[in-house]
């Protein structure tokens, strides 16, 4: 076996014990339900000014809150909830065990900002602000190795009477009555659902240019540096939800 081979080898080994991690452990962006922000923010107004704004003004200047938000992703979280009431983080989906998982897609447009330590809370951390479509799919693994890496991946497993669950969505700062009409109810899960939400994230995509849409940044999701995650939720309410 040559060096690249065993190198590879032990990379795979790696990244497949290490899947399964906690909070704490967890490296990347973790969602959270939407947070105002009171503090001012700045950004670039239509008339190309630079401007220090609360997010409800901006929200008045649509070129200010798209110059605001100048990163564009779709991102995947899956979270499974232990015995013991606590939630844990997987890298990948492809082979999980029975059990009760959450599969969250946010597609967003957004900018990250620093959350700085406060007090004696020696923990620093990042905020993702944004706007966009969050999906989120409650499902119950059924049988062990199942893949739930995907909207496709899930709709495949239900099909297949390997899992139950429902899907909802949360739209995120965007106020648009033809987003609203569009979208479905809160429904099971079903071999059709990658079709209906791919549908869903085109319509939000368009109409976030829409003359006619409001546009609210907020705050979706934070990242810690290796501390406790209520440590970096704490000081992210401490820094952007006091008006200053």
Same mark, same amino acid.
Request: include cysteine; charge should be positive; charged fraction near 15%.
């Given at each position: 076996?040559?060096?690249? /081979?065993?190198?590879?080898? %032990?990379?795979?080994?790696?990244?497949?014990?290490?899947?399964?991690?906690?909070?704490?452990?967890?490296?990347?962006?973790?969602?959270?339900?939407?947070?105002?922000?009171?503090? %001012?923010? %700045?950004? /670039?107004?239509?008339?190309?000014?630079?401007? =220090?704004?609360? /997010?409800?003004?901006?929200?008045? *200047?649509?070129?200010?809150? %798209?110059?605001?938000?100048?990163? @564009?992703?779709?991102?995947?979280?899956?979270?499974?909830?232990?015995?013991?009431?606590?939630?844990?983080?997987?890298?990948? $989906?492809?082979?999980? =065990?029975? $059990?009760?998982?959450?599969?969250?897609?946010?597609?967003?447009?957004?900018?990250?900002?620093?959350? *700085?330590?406060? $007090?004696? @809370?020696d923990c620093q951390g990042y905020a993702k602000i944004g706007i966009g479509l969050r999906i989120i799919a409650n499902i119950k693994a059924l049988k062990n190795n199942i893949d739930i890496?995907?909207?496709?991946?899930? $709709? =495949?497993?239900?099909? *297949?009477?390997?899992?139950?669950?429902?899907?909802?969505?949360?739209?995120?700062?965007?106020?648009?009555? @033809?987003?609203?009409?569009?979208?479905?109810?809160?429904?099971?899960?079903?071999?059709?659902?990658?079709?209906?939400?791919?549908?869903?994230?085109?319509?939000?995509?368009?109409?976030?240019?829409?003359?006619? /849409?409001?546009?609210?940044?907020?705050?979706?999701?934070?990242?810690?540096?290796?501390? @406790?995650?209520?440590?970096?939720?704490? =000081?992210?309410?401490?820094?952007?939800?006091?008006?200053?």
């Open positions: 076996m040559n060096k690249l /081979t065993l190198l590879t080898l %032990l990379t795979f080994i790696s990244f497949t014990i290490s899947s399964q991690v906690s909070a704490k452990k967890y490296i990347d962006f973790i969602p959270i339900p939407p947070v105002q922000i009171k503090n %001012l923010v %700045l950004s /670039t107004s239509a008339n190309n000014k630079i401007v =220090n704004l609360s /997010t409800t003004q901006m929200s008045l *200047d649509k070129q200010a809150v %798209l110059n605001f938000v100048p990163n @564009e992703s779709m991102e995947t979280t899956i979270q499974k909830f232990n015995n013991e009431g606590n939630i844990e983080y997987y890298y990948s $989906g492809r082979s999980v =065990n029975k $059990g009760s998982y959450r599969l969250i897609i946010d597609y967003n447009k957004y900018i990250i900002h620093n959350i *700085d330590k406060t $007090g004696q @809370e890496s995907s909207l496709v991946a899930i $709709g =495949n497993a239900a099909k *297949d009477g390997n899992i139950s669950g429902t899907v909802g969505y949360q739209v995120i700062g965007i106020e648009s009555k @033809e987003i609203t009409a569009i979208l479905p109810i809160n429904s099971e899960i079903t071999s059709s659902i990658n079709q209906i939400f791919l549908q869903a994230i085109g319509v939000v995509k368009g109409k976030i240019y829409d003359e006619k /849409t409001r546009l609210h940044p907020q705050i979706i999701a934070l990242k810690h540096t290796g501390c @406790e995650i209520n440590v970096v939720l704490k =000081n992210l309410m401490a820094q952007y939800t006091v008006n200053k």
